[in-house]
């Protein structure tokens, strides 16, 4: 028999509630569809049972989530009546429970209606739109009965957008948000009336529409301003959903160029095997992300299409299996008019100076190098922070974020010591930002090869000065022929702790040898060999301890190791080179200022360490 379905008659809370206290997991979902939470307590993956009133608030806003996409689904495939039908009762639902501002809400909150936060509300409210619409363009005879509630949504969102912008906060990303929550619902509206949209003013080229709210928000080099993947995306889908039925040829030239820049930014950023990495605050792995990707992707593919994208569509759809929607599929023919042309692939390095991130590709290795703002209420800790993944293999990544609530995993994830940066005398990082040195693309690059440097394919070199009192870090990643050097010189006005650290968020083998470089070996679904040395005649301590690995589950543990000196001036410099890459490396040695890679077909080349 099939399980009973039924919409929830609770108002939902803050979904980052919905977190283990004990373990730091989010907690298993059950049912969202079936509207009652989980008997006995909501399951951890460790075996607890959790039961308390912000979880179940929590799963009440993955309940009704989980119905609004739902009906958008049933829409798109003909479920008219099932749809409508629970459309009308969503209506009476919300006359009945959301007439106010939600009491509830934490005072930093901007409070919602149905759920704690008006951008929980305006999520909600963007699918029910959009289903609206797909039913109108075959009839609206039976969605009158809803016109109640997507004339309140509307006036919520804009309610919503007036607190905001008046706080002058036009470029937080809850803008664009309520902007697609009131463009959708009151383009349901217009055309259940039967009668042209007139909204376009006021939700998309007025002064805190979504125009207005991208020219702020993202940068000059395609970043969205918190310089998070997750938020990045999370704008952009908002975006792509609020222009449904849109001309590109219709949206302001620099609006078009932000969109196709931020879906450069993905593409960029993304493996070859569609990983994304997880910048800054966000999820690490999550189903109902892996949703918002395709969907996201969808959407992209139909304004300015990119070959790289496609590989994240298909990564998402494998992580997700079974719990696949299909609603990415039904999506075609979004926009009125054609896409712009298909986007340059990237080359092997790219810089996004706004941001500070430097992205090196070659050889199997694909590298971040982390040195930009800090991102507000979403940034990390993470200055000079080296990521290294393979096409599939998170080797080295972002480790992400647990749900928000979870206060104590919460400030790991954010700091120093929970990422691939480098400390001093255990201390944390200050929030700072650091400096693009210097940048190539290779031979005739940008910027050109550092001086005594040859055999680069390109480099990415920065600073940062403000992350501890008097010191000074500069980070150089460069290509080699077939192996990826990373040059982390950090310098103090005496002698300090100073500790570069390896956060892998895979197996890990380390070996130290009697002579010559620690060596170290990653492991996944590709392997990659690491050598390790550092200044001559300063004594480097190569300590591992196990540790959390990435943020979707923190009791994970994986090999950390740190290097650690005490001096007032030290090199880290470490050679990688992917399993499946060759000639293979045969010697690496620090000598001075320079690092020299030699090679089993007797080739060799060298390194400056800043530039």
């Known amino acids: 028999m099939a399980a009973l379905r039924r919409i929830a008659r609770e108002r939902g809370g803050w979904w980052h509630a919905y977190v283990c206290p004990a373990h730091g997991v989010e907690l298993d979902h059950g049912d969202l569809l079936a509207g009652v939470f989980p008997d006995g307590g909501a399951r951890c993956a460790h075996g607890c049972r959790v039961d308390d009133e912000a979880v179940r608030g929590a799963w009440l806003v993955l309940s009704h989530q989980a119905w609004a996409r739902h009906l958008r689904v049933l829409a798109h495939r003909g479920e ?74 509307e006036r919520a969102a804009l309610d919503a957008r007036a607190v905001l912008t008046g706080q002058g906060q036009l470029a937080s990303n809850y803008t664009a948000w309520l902007n697609a929550a009131g463009g959708a619902a009151s383009r349901a509206a217009a055309a259940v009336r039967g009668r042209d949209w007139d909204g376009g003013e006021r939700w998309l080229a007025g002064e805190h529409g979504l125009y207005a709210h991208l020219r702020v928000a993202v940068a000059e080099d395609g970043w969205e301003w918190e310089g998070s993947t997750y938020y990045h995306g999370f704008v952009l889908r908002a975006a792509l959903l609020a222009l449904r039925s849109t001309d590109p040829s219709d949206i302001p030239s620099d609006v078009l160029d932000v969109l196709a820049g931020m879906t450069d930014v993905l593409a960029t950023i993304a493996t070859p095997g569609g990983i994304l990495p997880a910048l800054h605050d966000g999820p690490y792995l999550r189903g109902p992300l892996a949703l918002e ?144 040195l210097a940048w190539d693309d290779g031979p005739g690059g940008d910027s050109g090869g550092a001086p005594g440097d040859s055999s680069c394919a390109g480099s990415v070199t920065a600073e940062v000065t403000a992350a501890y009192e008097g010191v000074r870090a500069v980070r150089r990643v460069a290509l080699g022929s077939c192996y990826l050097v990373d040059l982390l010189t950090v310098t103090g006005p005496e002698p300090r702790r100073i500790t570069a650290q390896l956060r892998p968020g895979t197996a890990l ?96 080349a060298r390194f400056r360490t800043e530039g």
């Open 509 to 604: 083998d380390v070996q130290v040898q009697a002579a010559g470089p620690l060596r170290t070996t990653w492991y996944g679904e590709e392997t990659l060999h690491g050598w390790h040395t550092h200044t001559s005649g300063v004594p480097v301590r190569p300590v591992t301890a196990p540790g959390p690995g990435p943020a979707d589950d923190p009791q994970r543990t994986r090999t950390r190791v740190d290097f650690t000196a005490d001096a007032d001036r030290v090199v880290f410099a470490s050679v990688y080179q992917a399993a499946s890459a060759g000639p293979a490396v045969s010697a690496v040695r620090l000598l001075g200022e320079e690092l020299t890679v030699e090679l089993a077909d007797g080739s060799s």
């Open 80 to 153: 008219r009546a099932e749809t409508v039908a629970r459309l009308v009762e969503y209506a009476g639902l919300y006359a009945e429970l959301a007439t106010e501002r939600h009491g509830e809400a934490q005072t930093w909150m901007l409070r919602g209606r149905l759920f704690h936060q008006a951008l929980t509300d305006a999520i909600w409210a963007v699918n029910i739109g959009h289903t609206v619409m797909t039913l109108a363009e075959k009839g609206t005879d039976e969605l009158h009965a809803v016109l109640p509630l997507l004339d309140e949504l």
């Open 293 to 436: 990707w395709l969907e996201l992707v969808s959407l992209a593919q139909q304004l300015a299409p990119s070959a790289a994208l496609d590989a994240v569509a298909a990564r998402a759809r494998t992580e997700l299996g079974p719990a696949d929607d299909g609603l990415d599929g039904e999506l075609g023919g979004w926009f009125a008019g054609p896409p712009l042309p298909e986007r340059a692939v990237p080359g092997p390095v790219t810089v996004f100076p706004s941001a500070g991130y430097g992205v090196l590709r070659g050889a199997g290795v694909h590298a971040l190098l982390d040195f930009g703002p800090h991102g507000g209420s979403h940034g990390h800790r993470d200055k000079l922070s080296l990521y290294l993944y393979g096409d599939n293999t998170p080797w080295q990544p972002d480790p992400g974020q647990v749900p928000y609530a979870h206060a104590e995993f919460r400030e790991l994830y954010a700091s120093a010591a929970a990422h691939p940066a480098f400390r001093v005398d255990g201390g944390e990082q200050a929030e700072c930002t650091g400096t693009l």
